[in-house]
């Protein structure tokens, strides 16, 4: 049967069961449209990045017999809707039939879903052959219980999937997870080991998106672009990663520094996003190194839990609470982002750091968009709902089912702490300790009021103030409420005061 089937920008997996053989009567359609550049404003970045990966793919295929229909972004029959366009090749090779893989993200699946309901010919969703868990498993293993702990989950994937786990059924070295050995400032030794990453020159791409009017922000470095194109790249990246960084990883995995922007952290997640490695291979490599004696397990431990435990928890989450977890706003923060966010242009060094290199990179590690980005968003009281719409734009690795429970959930504790058992706020203590920006910051790390003081500080304590009802009877947050107890009404209306002014001036901050 005459078979139409749909590759999306972020299921790059050449090894799919879809692609055992060419048949001559299946055409793959793979399609750079307006719709999908349009939802966000993206990162220059991301968007040649998935063009590359997309054109690269069709390529592969082409050349291994399949047949292939590639809607460019300037071809002349593209009406850059996925629905049209679909409407146009059944009827321009008069196919019987229609299969797409498995959407991640919400809009999109029910878009394909209603497309495909309405459609004359047969039509079938197929599973994308990526994740280690169904949709609805995480739900599953959370049935019944109020909070969904990811260490929770973790340890029952570590089991079922038999990863770090000795013969005698227990975790290996005899616990669950590393983290209080890890969480270290980094000194500068070791040194940053270099970017393992192939080079290519996509200029003419670039100006292909720019010709086509396609909006975006930050830096394209289209002549000396740097993500992988393919699973053959991302393999080499990879294996790079476990040989010079991973043996660091633990130990460094939330230090910043002015310095080194990527540290010892792996660059992955656009590769894994789009399906070009899958986890288990990433998680099986990272095991193997631990095993051969090339890794500590405190490295080993805490990046395989990121892949097996955090990555399958969170898009758990997004699939059991969309579409609705995107509007969670619990703190009704409603200020628009300082328009510093898209420029980096802001006197506080920790901030222009994690949003320059953002703008740089299309990538910022863990710790930048949680404790510092993030953690001023939510003490500032920035809109979570305009929030999430930057971090999807912004990240080379940014698709809804991650970043969204990552921002609203994780970061913003816009769900009320579903996700998280505790706002991730702190003031610039915790900042100083685990980077080198606040030496040498217009800003005083020490001091609350006055023109020098870091803004984190007063907005740090002004946050737990306002949002009393919501969380002083969190046993998680006991802390911040007795030392609140002990300042003068005095002292903490001052406080309020000057996160009033920081509030009304963010622009000049
Ligand atoms: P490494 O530090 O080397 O970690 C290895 C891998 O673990 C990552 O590639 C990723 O696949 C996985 N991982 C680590 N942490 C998480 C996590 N919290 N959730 C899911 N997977 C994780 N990650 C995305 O892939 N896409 C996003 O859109 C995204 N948005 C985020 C937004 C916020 C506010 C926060 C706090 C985190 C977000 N993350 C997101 C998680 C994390 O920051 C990135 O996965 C990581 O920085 C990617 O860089 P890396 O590959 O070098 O990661
Ligand atoms: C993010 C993105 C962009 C910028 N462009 C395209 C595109 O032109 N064609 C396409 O098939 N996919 C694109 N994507 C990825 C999708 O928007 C979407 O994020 C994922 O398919 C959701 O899982
Ligand atoms: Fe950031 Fe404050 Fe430190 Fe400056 S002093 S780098 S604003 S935490």
Known sequence: VKTIRLILGDQLNPLHSWFQQPRDEVVYVLMEVRQETDYVLHHAQKIIAIFAGMRDLAQQLTQAGHRVHYLAIDDPDNQHLFA???????????????????????????????????????????????????????????????????????????????????????????????????RKAWPGIPWEPQDF?????????????????????????????????????????????????????????????????RLFHSLISFALNTKMLNPREVVAKVEAAYRADQVPLTSAEGYIRQILGWREYVRGVYWEFMPDYVEHNVFNHQLDLPDWFWTGKTKMRCMAHAIGQSLEHAHAHHIHRLMVIGNFSLLAGLNPSALHRWYLGVYIDAFEWVEVPNTIGMSQYADGGLLATKPYVSSAAYIDRMSDYCKGCHYDKKARIGEKACPFNALYWDFYERNRTVLANNPRIGMAYQQLKKMTPESIAQLQQQAEEIRSGINAF
């Open 84 to 182: 049209a366009n679909l409407d146009f090749l059944i009827a321009h090779y008069q196919a019987q039939q229609f299969e797409y893989q498995a959407p991640d993200e919400w809009r999109l699946r029910q878009q394909l879903h209603q497309y495909a309901a309405g459609l004359s010919i047969a039509a079938h969703c197929v599973d994308s052959e990526h994740f280690y868990t169904t949709e609805n498993e995480v739900a599953q293993v959370f049935d019944g219980r109020k909070k969904w702990l990811m260490d929770y989950f973790y340890r029952q994937m570590r089991v079922k999937h038999n990863v770090l786990i000795d013969a005698d059924a227990q975790p290996v070295g005899g616990q669950w997870n590393f983290d209080h050995d890890n």
């Open 197 to 261: 990453r192939q080079r290519h020159d996509h200029s003419k791409l670039w100006e292909t998106i720019q010709a086509a009017g396609i909006k975006s922000f930050g830096e394209p470095h289209a002549a000396d672009f740097y993500w992988p194109l393919n699973r053959a790249e991302a393999l080499l990246q990879l294996d790079g990663f476990i040989q010079h960084a991973l043996p660091h990883f633990g130990a460094f995995q939330d230090a910043m520094s002015t310095k080194a922007w």
